[in-house]
C-alpha cells in the first residue's frame, strides 16, 4: 500500500476510534449514570493477583505495576508475616477480583514457624484452593534462601518441593537461582536484615515476574 493511502487509512482509523471513545463516554443507562470509560477499560487489562507475605508487600508487589505499565493491573494482597496455613484459612480475599495471572510468593515464614512436610502438605492445599478458584494461570515462586544461615537449608527443601509440582498447570519463577547466582554482584540483603532484600534485591525480583509474565502475552 503506497505512503499517501496509509496515512489516510490512519487519519479514518482515529477518527472512527474517536467516535466511539465519545460514544462510549456519553452513553447513559436506564438510571440516569454515565457508563464509566475508565471502567470499560479496566475490563480489559491483564489482572495480577500476589498471594504473598512481607517480601511482596514491603515492595509494593515488587513494583510490578509500574513495571509492567497500563495494560496490567496488579492486586497485591500480600500480608507480612503470612505462611501457608493462614493463606488457606484466609483464601478467599485474594479472590475478590478475578485474575488472569497468580503469583504465589510464599515460604519465608513457613520456614521459621513449621518442618519441611507440614510445609509440603499445606502449599499442595493451598495450590488446590487456588485452583478451585481460577481458571487464571498461576505461577509458582522458587523464594530467595535468604541471608539467614539457619533458614536456608530448609527453605532449599522447601523450593525443591515447590519445583517437582511444576508443569503443565503451573509456571516458576527460581528466585532462589536468581539470588545465589547473582549476576549482578551487588549485595541484595541490608546488612541489618538477612531476610528482606534490598531495593536492589527487590527490583531483581520484579524483573524475573515481568520477564515471565510478558512471556506468557
Known amino acids: 500500500m503506497p505512503v499517501k493511502y496509509k496515512i489516510k487509512f490512519f487519519f479514518f482509523w482515529l477518527l ?10 456519553h452513553e447513559v443507562d436506564k438510571n440516569g449514570k454515565v457508563v464509566a470509560l475508565i471502567y470499560l477499560l479496566q475490563s480489559q487489562k491483564v489482572h495480577i493477583n500476589i498471594i504473598g507475605d512481607s517480601l511482596s508487600q514491603r515492595s509494593e508487589g515488587f513494583y510490578l505495576q509500574e513495571k509492567l505499565g497500563y495494560g496490567f493491573q496488579v492486586n497485591d494482597y500480600s500480608v507480612s ?3 501457608t496455613r493462614e493463606w488457606i484459612a484466609d483464601i478467599s480475599r485474594p479472590f475478590q ?6 503469583i504465589l510468593e510464599i515460604g519465608t515464614n513457613d520456614a521459621m514457624s513449621m518442618d519441611s512436610l507440614e510445609f509440603q502438605n499445606n502449599y499442595f492445599k493451598l495450590l488446590q484452593e487456588i485452583a478451585m478458584r481460577t481458571s487464571g494461570k498461576i505461577f509458582l515462586t522458587k523464594i530467595p534462601l ?3 544461615i539457619s533458614l536456608r537449608t530448609i527453605i532449599k527443601e522447601n523450593n525443591q518441593y515447590v519445583g517437582s509440582i511444576v508443569g503443565n498447570s503451573y ?5 532462589e537461582a536468581l539470588f545465589e547466582e547473582n549476576p549482578y554482584k551487588e549485595r541484595l540483603y541490608p546488612v541489618n536484615d538477612f531476610v528482606h ?7 531483581i525480583i520484579g524483573e ?3 520477564k515471565e509474565i510478558i512471556g506468557l502475552q
Open 16 to 25: 472512527y476510534n474517536l467516535l466511539i471513545f465519545n460514544n462510549c463516554y
Open 81 to 83: 508475616g503470612r505462611t
Open 97 to 102: 477480583i478475578t485474575p488472569n495471572i497468580v
Open 146 to 148: 535468604t541471608d539467614n
Open 171 to 175: 509456571y516458576l519463577v527460581d528466585l
Open 197 to 203: 532484600p534490598s531495593d536492589w534485591g527487590y527490583d
Open 208 to 210: 524475573a515476574y515481568k
